[in-house]
Structure formats: structure tokens, C-alpha cells
């Protein structure tokens, strides 16, 4: 990602979730996956105010329950072990047994407190961890050999084809603040919460109950937008380090630069999110879906949500296909209350429909905007104040012939 | 499909909508589409009661609207015509003045009042009916010459790939029932109301509002419990053709063989609604998911179809992996409260899930069962009444190819 400013924000050339003062992060292979790496760690100098946010599943991961514990504890947090392959969950009292041995071993390697580390792991449910591998895994864990943000982004993934990973800087009380991110997504993304892992480490110092209503606030701004497949995971989780080392003042909505924290924060889930999207399971594009004029902003969100999840929109962009009936459709049973005739569609400059109606435009240069490996859908469905942007991808081939055979 | 006995049901071999007394049916090809028949009508020689129920898409189609302003007029309707390739939805005023045509010249051809014809149209979105084709094809229309109830059947069909009919007799006041129907789905399809076109006819004599009731409690268990792709289309109309001609007394809820009708009614529209699930776009196979032991049918409901709607459930069964983390991971998102622990899971007779864990099975045997043209997944979610059945389609390849190129 290109060094750019955004206001106040600067985003940082190969910026990475151990950018932030303090933070250090790596990956190894302890053999989980044949090959890939498939355990990664994030470590602060000192302890840090945590927030999460978790899946909406009833069939949490044994790893969520345990890290919940670690956060209601003492709410800090110094280190995260996260391994991919396993997702450790609907595996039970053992499940359950084999997340706390992972945090313990992992905090005794790291010499802090147990309750001061969280666990989180992704890939196949139903399969319980191989704890001989975590073991050594943990064991072999060298902090100078394995570390390297790379390490900790690849570690993490899955079915993902791409590492993903940010930081930004901006100040706050002269201070220079960084936020860092690293993210995993692919399949069974359909966020509510979240649908993948993200972790997000910032130097800044921030109040515990002002970083988790924050959190809250932006995941249903960012993560809670995109869309893979629909799929809910049993292993969402989105955690946020905060460990003061830039020395700022604390922040919480009454320190007079709140918003600017605020405007960091989301500009990194945002694009760890719209990241996770653009390699969602076979995509080979990302669709970001705006729409204004709702009646209210869960209704906007509601309509943005029901274009961006259609299998029959994903197919037509997949194909280059203008077909705004499918998208016309997924507004119409969205389930937000909208006049037919005041809904305007357009893709990127093109407007397709208007007043309900069908627009005459050029098929041959809506095909060419359709190829582009962004495509922004705009729904203008009223004239009310409700706006929602939500990202997803295009579904194709690739994501069934993943699908049909993940497991084998 | 073969002649069986269901209680007191016969299926009659070859039967279809025009079996009851007194209905006719065909098809033409009036230009609409290439070459394939798009013109499709259902008389009745006898005024018959109707009802109907349409989609919930906000942008209801013009023959929707006109279609219920006929059956709102008088109660009666005598015929219906019907055309593909064209589903006349966000065309605006021209659109309903050219489904008002539709309805007009098809009355005057049949000679019946113009309040007694339904119009019907599927196919593409926000495209004008091409008038010229529909007015010489309703002139050319020839009662003896098209007249043939796979003419109808075939003439509604878009992507799909097989004509569904049916038919059915039991007996009432000692006089032999007749309940006959025909359906087009393919894609689109997650009704609610229903996804598709569906018609029914029958000889029974039946009182107005008796049947409507019946109708909208029988589409909730049959038409809106299946899906191919999760899209709710514009033009979804189930109706239903009451002609009296059997002669049995009125049907009511008071009448003592009441169950027997309404039984003979939903085994119509059930049938009806799988045959559409197993001709979902680019469907190998037929997905029938049973959830027992939910607090309220309306959970049942909601699990039931969070399963069948799932990509990643529709993907592993294509690819006939015994994925079932993507089954129990549906459950848990489906919205119904339930306890984890409590959850079982069975694809066909082999169980894969019990008390939220999984169960060592025989992949193999598994894997053939998944490869069957018929799959049931069975859930046991607790000790609830709540019971439901779904139907829906595996996701393939082929549905990614069509719906990449379906305008092109």
C-alpha cells in the first residue's frame, strides 16, 4: 500500500501490526498444515487494554471462551497465539482443555501472567488440536528466529491467498501514534460480528471501557460489512492491543482528539475488511456495494447486505454482466421499507436505473467497467439520511471448486 | 412419477394440470424467446374460484398487479396466460399497460370477461414485452391445434432444464377429486411468498376464502421452505383454479372431509416445490434438510433454512464431502435459540453430529451416500415440538456458468 494521506492519517509503506511501539510478532510451522506456517503470536513490552468482539455464532470456538476469560480477568492482554488448520471448534471438554493448555504454555514462554494471553485459532471444525504439535511448536517458538510481521499475517491464514496487513500514524497531543493490523479471512465470511480474525495493536493509550465501545462501534461499520458467502464462522474474533507506549494522554470520548483516534481505528478495520473481501474464497474482484437515501442507517445497512450477499449479483459481476435487475431484486426484498419508484442505480459512472426504471446506457462500456478489479455499485433508494457502504466479492468457479472439496 | 398411494392420494401417471375436469392447457411459441415455446395458457370451461398468493419483493411485476386486480374484481377467473423469456418487471407505466393488453386480448380470444383472465410473465427484468409477438401469438393461439399440457409446461420454463407437472385424485362426498398443477423455478429462487410461477387446478368445488387460507398455510410449508440461490424474484405467483366440476358439496373447514382436500393440496404443491429445488440452476441434485426438536416451528423453520441456504452446505454436498462443521455452523447462525450440546446431526442414516461433537463415521460410506440424486440432512436441535422441512439444490459450477452469462 502506497504512503497516502487521509486528513491526519498517515499510512505507512510495509506498516504492520508490529509497527506500534512495543510490539514485536512472528510465525513458525509446527506442523498442523503440511507446510505453511501455522502458528503465529503477537507480543507487547508491556501489558495492554484489550478489546474484542466476537462471532454471533452459538457454536463458539473453545478459543473465544478462553480468551473472553483472559480479557474479563484483568482486562490486559500482553501476547495473542493464533494457529491455523484447526479451529478447535465443536470439540468439547477436550476442545476446551487443549485452549487452556495453549494459553498456558504460551504465556509461560513469554513469561506473563496466563490470563495476560489470548488463543484464537481458524480452519477445520470438528477436529481437535493436535497438542503434540502446539507443544513443540510452542516450545521451539525463538522470539529472535521467527519473528517478523510476515511470518505472524501468513501464519494466520487459511484459505487466503494473500497476506494482510497495515499501519497507519497520526498524532494525538503531539504524540505520534501508530495502529497496526493484520487480518484473515476467505470463506465462511458473513460477519455479525465478524467473520474471520483480525488483530489490531496500537501504542496509544487508551481507557478500557472507551476502546471497547469503539471497537464495538467501527466493527459494525467495517468487519460487520462484508460479506464471503454468507456463512457466519464459529471462530470470528476481533481484538484490539492497546499498550499506552506512545505516552499520549488516555483517551476516551472526552479527550478533545477522541475523533481523530476514532478515524485511525476505523481506517484500519476498514481496510483490513475491504482486504478480507477482496480474497474472499475464488474472488477475483471486490465489490464495494454504497447506498444513501434509506430511511435509517440499519435500513441502508440492510439494503447494502442484501445486494452485496446475492449469489445471482456475484455471478453477474463475476461475469461482466450489467444485470442491475439483480440488483433492482435485492433491493426489493431486502426487507427495508422503500418506494420502487425512487430507486436509482448506477455502476461506478454508469447510471443503469433510474425512478425504478431501466436507464438506456452502453453494455459495452459497462463490461468494461465490470472487469476492473473494483467494482463500486451506488443504490440511491429514497430521500432519506440512512447510508452504508458494505464490501464483498464476486463468486465464481474457483469458490465452488475450493468449496466442494475443503476437507479433502 | 409412478402411481402410488398416499393414504388416500393416487398420483396419476402422466397427470397434469389439465386432468380436473373441465381444464385445458398449452403452449406456442409466439417469438419471445429464440425457438423454445413462450406462450402458455390454462382455461377452464367453468368460472372457477381462485386464489393466489404473490411475492414479498417490493418491486412486484406488472402481471402480478393485474393478476390480483382480476381476482379482486369478482372472485372468479376462467383462464390464465403466461409467457418466458420476458418477466415484464420495472417497466413502469408501459409495463402495466402491456400486461393490461395481455390480459385483454387473451380474454376476448377465450371469450370470457376480461376480469375473469390472470396474466402471468417470467424471464428477464426491466425489459418491454416484445407486444408485436404477444398480440399474434394470442390471434394465432389455437385451442385444438396448441392444446397439450407439456406445451404449457414447457412453455413457462426459463433456465430450466425439465417440464414439472402433476396430478393427483381422492375421493370427497363419495365424487372423485382432481388436483392437477404445473411450476417453473430454476433461479431466483427463495420464496417468500414463493420464487417461481406455480399453478394448480382442480375440479373440487371449494368456497373463496377457504381456499385462499389453505393456499397461504400450504405455500408456507411447500413453496416458501425451498431455495436454489437465496434471491427472491419479482414475478413469483402461485394460483390456484377451483372449478367445481366434480361436484362434490363445498369444501370448508367445516366440511368432515376438509383434511382430506387440504392434504391432496399440499401433496400437490410440495411435489411441485421439489421438483423446482432439484431443477434449481445448475443443480445435480436434490438437498431435503428435516429439523426436529426446535422450541417453535418457526425455529425449525429458521434452521431449516439457514442449512439449505448455506454455500458452503450447498458446495460440500456438490463435491459430496461429509462436511458437516458447515451444517452446524449454520444451525448456530440461524437466529433460533437452541443449546449447542443438544445437537445432532445425521446424513441419512449416518450419524455425523451428537450432543454438539462430532461422531466417528465412515468417510466412504458417507461419501456415496452424498453422491445419491437425493440427500437428506437430518438436525435434531433439542427436545422442542418445532419441526420443519426445507428443500433446496447443490451449488455448482454450472450455476456460477449461467448466471455469469444470463442476459449474454
Chains 1, 2 share one sequence.
Not at 521467527?146 to 494473500?162: G, P, V, Y
Not at 464462522?233 to 506512545?246: E, F, H, K, Q
Not at 453494455?363 to 463500486?376: H, N, S
Amino acid at each position: 500500500m502506497n504512503q497516502m494521506t487521509l486528513e491526519k492519517i498517515n499510512v505507512l509503506m510495509n506498516g504492520n501490526i508490529a509497527t506500534p511501539a512495543g510490539f514485536t510478532a512472528g510465525g513458525l510451522h509446527c506442523g498442523i498444515r503440511k507446510k505453511k506456517l501455522d502458528l503465529g503470536w503477537i507480543y507487547s513490552e508491556k501489558p495492554a487494554t484489550p478489546a474484542g468482539v466476537y462471532t454471533t455464532n452459538l457454536f463458539q470456538a473453545a478459543p473465544l471462551k478462553v480468551t473472553q476469560e483472559s480479557i474479563n480477568t484483568n482486562h490486559l492482554l500482553q501476547g495473542i497465539i493464533v494457529n491455523s488448520g484447526i479451529a478447535n471448534a465443536c470439540t468439547g471438554e477436550q476442545g476446551l482443555a487443549d485452549a487452556y493448555e495453549m494459553r498456558k504454555l504460551f504465556a509461560e514462554k513469554m513469561q506473563i501472567p496466563t490470563h495476560f494471553a489470548a488463543v484464537a485459532s481458524t480452519g477445520l471444525i470438528g477436529e481437535l488440536l493436535p497438542m503434540d504439535a502446539i507443544r513443540n511448536g510452542i516450545t521451539e517458538l525463538d522470539e529472535k528466529k521467527h519473528q517478523q510481521s510476515e511470518r505472524f499475517e501468513n501464519a494466520i491464514l487459511t484459505t487466503d491467498t494473500k497476506e494482510k496487513g497495515i499501519a497507519i500514524q497520526f498524532e494525538i497531543d503531539g504524540k505520534v501514534i501508530t495502529i497496526g493490523g493484520a487480518a484473515k479471512g476467505s470463506g465462511m465470511i458473513h460477519p455479525n460480528m465478524a467473520t474471520m480474525l483480525s488483530f489490531i495493536t496500537t501504542d496509544a493509550d487508551v481507557e478500557d471501557t472507551a476502546l471497547q465501545d469503539a471497537l464495538r462501534q467501527i466493527t459494525n461499520k467495517s468487519f460487520n460489512m462484508i460479506t464471503v458467502d454468507g456463512d457466519t464462522s464459529t471462530n470470528d474474533m476481533v481484538l484490539v492491543l492497546a499498550n499506552g507506549m506512545a505516552e499520549n494522554k488516555t483517551l476516551n470520548p472526552d479527550h478533545p482528539e477522541w475523533d481523530v483516534f476514532l478515524k485511525g481505528l476505523f481506517f484500519v478495520c476498514q481496510s483490513l475488511a475491504k482486504e478480507i473481501a477482496r480474497d474472499g474464497e475464488g474472488a477475483s474482484k471486490l465489490i464495494e456495494v454504497q447506498v444513501k437515501g434509506a430511511e435509517t442507517e440499519e435500513a441502508a445497512r440492510a439494503i447494502s447486505k442484501a445486494i452485496i450477499s446475492s449469489n445471482l449479483v456475484k455471478t453477474a459481476i463475476h461475469g461482466a454482466d450489467a444485470n442491475w435487475g439483480r440488483v433492482i431484486t435485492a433491493i426489493g426484498y431486502s426487507g427495508a421499507n422503500l418506494d420502487p419508484n425512487h430507486v436509482g442505480v448506477a455502476l461506478g459512472s454508469i447510471d443503469v436505473v433510474a425512478n425504478g426504471m431501466p436507464v438506456s446506457f452502453d453494455e459495452g462500456e459497462a463490461k468494461q467497467y465490470l472487469m476492473q478489479d473494483t467494482v463500486t455499485i451506488y443504490a440511491s433508494v429514497g430521500d432519506g439520511e440512512g447510508e452504508a457502504t458494505a464490501w464483498g466479492c464476486d463468486l465464481s468457479y474457483e469458490y465452488v471448486r475450493i468449496n466442494a472439496s475443503y476437507r479433502t
